[in-house]
């Protein structure tokens, strides 16, 4: 027979472990763990944010010094007094006052378009059935795999024979609508968009353009938010097609900004300043945009 171990002492309790329930499982040695690696994430955000954040800090800085200021060995890290002197030299080099409503013009054009035409495109490539839809959406992808250099001199010429070189629209047309953006809003559509709304929309009676506004916009927001930042700093930005399309007497920014510190020994300083100017505009869209733009990428990371 097996030997029953006594119990205990009466009057005497039986003290419960204290240990905690952890302490076999490296609790302490996990925690402490995760602390550093949070503080090493941190740090490196940090670092990341700093070294981003440079380029335009010395944006600020170059455009508030002289030229000399800017040859000196080590460089000046602090902003100085010539900034508005530096902006004045700018608008007296260059007509930038009509560049940067050129620009706006042309790129508020270009993302309004893009963004319209991509959106209908996408819904009717991940949502509408039809024949043909994926040879014609891999010709679109297909696309993007060509340079766009290759299409400057057939496109120069189309623009030549319709009269509109040193014209606005030969900049705006090309850009209305993007192979991306196409692909973007369809992948974006895809993975937002139950088919199941649209399947009462149709029982309702909805019509397509009906379904597209009252239903495709209202999801599409944030995707379409994303897509039309990306092409108006796309649009703000080009450089290669507008200093061909157009000349000094109807510029964008970045034709305007080919103007200044011009002669002997470049004036970095006014460039920078110029280049300052050209800017501001991208950073008071990213700043109206920024919470559709973040909760579009979160969107579309998340299947739902």
Known sequence: MADVPADP??????????????????GPSVSRRTGRGGVVTYTILVLAVLVSAFPFYWTIVAASRSNADLAKVPPTLLPGPNLIPNFEAVLDEADIGKALLNSLLVSSSI????????????????????????????????TMMIPPQLGVIPLFMLIAELGWVNQLQSVILPGLVSAFGVFFMRQFLVQSLPDELIEAARVDGASPARIFWSIVVPVARPGMAVLGLLTFMSAWNDFFWPIIALSSQQPTVQVALRQLGGGYVHDQSVIMAGTLLGTLPVLLVFGLLGRQIVGGIMQGAVKG
């Open 9 to 26: 002492a009466p009057g005497r309790r039986q003290r419960p472990d204290s240990t905690p329930p952890f302490a076999h499982r490296g």
């Open 111 to 142: 993302t309004v378009g893009t963004v319209l035409c991509c959106t209908l495109a996408g819904f009717a490539f991940a949502k509408l059935r039809f024949r043909g839809r994926g040879a014609l959406l891999a010709l679109t992808v297909g």
